[in-house]
């Protein structure tokens, strides 16, 4: 058997997933589901937490959800905004 090497950009392969059916995209995302460890994103997700936590003391949960929420409202304006001009 022959070994064929292709160059594939990261980029071109999103592109490439886009064009599957939806069936196909679902079949694939089980797979790769498999793949992960869960174990592992947690635990740097907990990391990650703990270091914003640490760099912020003084900024309450409450106030962290707000900016969150209002960052998400405009990031949303945006992108209706952005889809409405296409």
């Given at each position: 058997?022959?070994?064929i090497r292709v160059n594939v950009t990261f980029d071109q392969?999103?592109?490439?997933?886009?064009?599957l059916p939806s069936q196909d995209?679902?079949?694939l995302w089980r797979l790769l589901d498999e793949d992960l460890d869960r174990a592992a994103i947690a635990k740097k997700f907990t990391a990650?937490?703990?270091?914003?936590r640490k760099a912020y003391p003084r900024v309450s949960e409450k106030e962290v959800m707000s900016d969150a929420?209002?960052?998400?409202?405009g990031a949303r304006k945006a992108r209706r905004r952005g889809k409405s001009r296409s």
């Open positions: 058997m022959e070994t392969i999103k592109q490439a997933l886009r064009q995209k679902i079949a990650s937490v703990s270091a914003i929420l209002k960052a998400t409202r």
